[in-house]
């Protein structure tokens, strides 16, 4: 999904329904009070075919949920498991959304759109299946600073107030409703084989299999698919890890019901932005023994990972799954290293030279507690910081900078202010919508990420 967007054909594709029925339950949306258009994806809808619609179209699809052409004709809550904080639970699926649609991209991918308060299904259990309008704004600032970081996430692609008031316990209230749209490459998580695995149907683990290897990752399935599998999903989940610490990011809930089989990040709650490079850093207040600190998400999609390895187990020998989980440490250091390279805007000098580099990165950070976006936007125009900040560490770090060259389009980087998104801006944007319905904020944020962005893909 990292990738920049281009524009494509309609081209409806629904492979999801060879998977039988069993893969989910049909379901109707919410009947909304109201539905006020917000935001609307018109970069990523112009991928899929979807951006000449007009606003009244789009309400009708994206709010109202009217079935796109040749498409799904019901939604679909998918069934799923999942470790949610390393305790298994067989009771979760989708609770408040649903698969509304699949289509072919501008690179001939299989995308989905799925929902995100979109009303109540079989697995709701509690809840009332919606979602706050602070949440869907949230989810909107997470994914574009994501993408425009490099990692690989969903994108945002439709907000529309509905007109409830909510009721949370965690945010004032009564509260604003949304409901959102996300563009996926997929929605199929570890917590969907983990799911098959509980029920012991091999022959439903095959199909799923050869499902993603064929339509998500676009290969022949080999003499041992489940192995093939594990094999490329290492990688990518590893790559997944790496770009969080490179975007100094804590997704929050790292549960195996919230990793996606192709290592695509989706599903944004209780996230933040780490303002310095603290291994310690938790985003989610019930996260008390910080499970998915900043510094354990490497950690914690590696133990994904065998959860993975273990639901392939129902159709494939412990070893193969075995030796391919085995990579992980490497992948996830090889990729951590390249990302570093890649936001420094510096180029390799070989393995052992970008590792060290790497190492004194961290180190200089966490001894000078320089803010983590700080630190890449000065030294992207080979700007060391030595007047502000000092030490050992820190002196090391320049020392082996030095040698790379220097970066090159320093000019935005001198123009512009380091740019981020911290807890303390994310809660100004909030405040301007919800208080004066000011939606100024939010929308001038997200053209200066866009343009960060496009600075980052450009060098």
């Not at 590696?302 to 490497?330: K, M």
Request: with cysteine; charged share 25%; hydrophobic share 40%.
């Amino acid at each position: 999904m990292n990738v920049n967007p281009s524009p494509a054909p309609y081209r409806a594709d629904p492979k999801i329904t060879s998977l039988g029925d069993k893969i989910g339950d049909p379901v109707q949306a919410a009947n909304f009070p109201k539905t006020i258009l917000r935001f609307r994806n018109d970069r990523w809808a112009a991928t899929v075919g979807l951006d000449k619609l007009s606003d009244a179209e789009w309400i009708e699809h994206f709010g109202r949920f009217k079935p796109l052409p040749d498409n799904l004709p019901q939604p679909l809550a998918l069934r799923y498991h999942g470790h949610q904080f390393r305790v298994y639970n067989p009771e979760i699926g989708d609770g408040r959304g649903f698969l509304f649609a699949q289509m072919r991209d501008h690179l001939n991918r299989l995308l989905d759109l799925g929902t995100k308060g979109s009303g109540t299904t079989p697995y709701s259990r509690q809840g009332d299946g919606r979602l706050t309008l602070k949440g869907a704004v949230r989810e909107i600032l997470a994914t574009e600073m994501l993408e425009a970081l490099g990692v690989e996430t969903s994108k945002t692609f439709s907000v529309i107030e509905t007109g409830e008031e909510l009721h949370r316990n965690d945010e004032p209230s009564p509260t604003r409703s949304a409901v959102l749209v996300r563009l996926n490459h997929s929605h199929i998580r570890i917590g969907t084989f983990q799911r098959i695995a509980y029920e012991d149907d091999a022959k439903r683990m095959q199909a799923l299999v050869d499902y993603v290897l064929h339509n998500l990752y676009d290969v022949e399935p080999d003499d041992n698919p489940a192995a093939q599998l594990m094999r490329l999903a290492v990688p990518r989940i590893a790559d997944q890890a790496a770009a969080f610490m490179v975007a100094g990011f804590v997704h929050g809930v790292l549960n195996s019901d919230n990793i996606n089989v192709t290592g695509e990040s989706f599903d944004y709650g209780p996230w933040r932005f780490n303002p310095t490079w603290n291994p310690a850093f938790t985003a989610a207040y019930f996260d008390q023994n910080g499970l998915y600190a900043f510094g354990r998400q490497p950690e914690a999609m590696h133990w994904n990972l065998a959860q993975l390895a273990i639901s392939l187990r129902l159709i494939c020998d412990s070893p193969p799954l075995v030796e391919a989980l085995e990579g992980y440490p490497a992948a996830f250091q090889s990729a951590l290293v390249r990302r570093f390279l890649w936001r420094l805007g510096v180029a390799s000098r070989g393995e052992e030279s970008d590792r060290a580099l790497v190492e004194a990165s961290e180190r200089a950070m966490i001894e000078a507690s320089i803010p983590i976006a700080d630190f890449f936007h000065f030294h992207r125009f080979g700007q060391v910081l030595e007047e502000l900040y000092s030490g050992e560490r820190y002196a090391a770090f320049a020392a082996l900078l030095s040698e790379y060259a220097a970066p090159g389009n320093a000019q935005y980087w001198q123009a512009h202010k380091p740019c981020s998104m911290l807890i303390d801006e994310v809660e100004a944007i909030w405040s301007a919508i919800a208080e004066r319905d000011d939606w100024t904020l939010l929308y001038t944020k997200i053209d200066a990420i866009r343009l960060f962005g496009e600075v980052l893909r450009s060098v």
